[in-house]
């Protein structure tokens, strides 16, 4: 069965730095791989994706994540984060031969960046 | 970019009440899914529903939990007997088959109705 850990619970950081938020996958077939983001009173929204092909993605608001598969994981990147990167940040796997039939999330980052 | 659209925002109810869940999935979308994120914890997945029937379904989704599609626009989950441990966010996403040659690779999620069961 697929699974989730998501390393951190909490992940504060001042403005300008760089983050990783950690994410470790468990599945016996290949996987699709996504970062989503919530920020607070609102819903989730996607924020990069891996399907196949290169292991460095990059998504929106300057996040970039690195599938390793020997590691089995996606961590979630940022050279240098803005006030407003402060949000709950979640890793999450799906089988794309059941494809978004089940998304399976972690328990979520929260993210906190102060100035 | 279109959107997923959730009623109400907020609903609360009592213990033991019904309470019906509203969701307008993207047009064009085929896979429709509700989730939910109980305060402080994951988001976990309730139910999948495709060609108007559950295509798979978690533990949670226990016979209090159904879903409905009952127009071309509409999808709707509804708790028969609210518990205490009912109370959470709920998401409802669609999905698009079709996108980026690959199945349902990216949900598109609605921004939740939060449900309080006193």
């Known amino acids: 069965a697929q699974s989730v850990t998501q390393l951190d619970s909490q992940v504060p950081v001042f403005e300008e730095a760089p983050v990783e938020l950690r994410c470790n996958y468990s599945?016996?077939?290949?996987?699709?791989l996504f970062w989503y983001v919530q920020y607070p009173n609102q819903g989730l929204q996607l924020l990069l994706k891996y399907l196949s092909g290169s292991t460095l993605v990059k998504g929106i608001n300057g996040f970039e994540a690195e599938f390793n598969k020997s590691q089995t994981s996606f961590h979630l990147r940022k050279p240098s984060v803005h006030i407003s990167d402060t949000a709950e940040y979640f890793c999450a796997v799906s089988d794309p031969y059941t494809g978004g039939f089940k998304t399976i999330f972690g328990a979520g980052t929260r993210l906190f960046v102060k100035a | 970019e279109p959107e997923v659209t959730q009623t109400p925002s907020h609903q609360v109810t009592q213990m033991g009440q019904e309470v019906i869940l509203r969701c307008v999935p993207i047009s064009n979308h085929l896979y429709f899914y509700w989730y939910r994120q109980i305060l402080g914890q994951k988001v976990e997945f309730l139910v999948s529903f495709y060609n108007n029937e559950i295509s798979e379904k978690s533990e949670i989704f226990d016979d209090q939990f159904s879903v409905e599609r009952p127009d071309g626009s509409n999808f709707t989950l509804k708790i028969r007997s609210t518990k205490l441990e009912d109370s959470a966010m709920y998401f409802c996403?669609?999905?698009?088959?079709?996108?980026?040659?690959?199945?349902?690779?990216?949900?598109?999620f609605g921004s939740g109705t939060q449900l309080s069961v006193l």
């Open positions: 599945s016996s077939v290949s996987v699709y």
């Open positions: 996403a669609s999905s698009d088959p079709f996108q980026d040659h690959a199945t349902n690779e990216k949900l598109f």
